[in-house]
């Protein structure tokens, strides 16, 4: 999964940034991420706008990457185990925004 660093203080951003948040930095480079994280909320979209209508219900996630970032994405796959603390795990990054599908195993790694 890509973000962008900043160059002068090494902290993370998605989406891409002007200028540094944190310290005014103007330059950026791409870095790569492994994309996990944990469910913060989620909502399910039972009505859509109409290029998404075909897809309904579906789930907007927010999702606390270990990187301590935080993204709105797209559940993809099955919802079943969908709640909040969940481990969710990148798979991809289309026009629709970013997709995260649950990940295997129990749902209690909730430190950070
Ligand atoms: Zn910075």
Redesign the pocket.
Known sequence: MEIVR?T????NYIPPKYA?P????TRFKPSEIEGKGIIESFTTIWIAPEQHLDQVPYQLIVVKLDEALRVTGRLAGPAEGLAIGARVEFTEKNEIGYWFRLAKGKAHDTKR
Do not use: D, I, K, W
């Not at 002068?8 to 902290?11: L, N, V």
């Not at 944190?22 to 930095?25: A, K, L, N, P, T």
């Open positions: 900043c002068q203080c090494q902290r540094c944190s310290c005014g930095g």
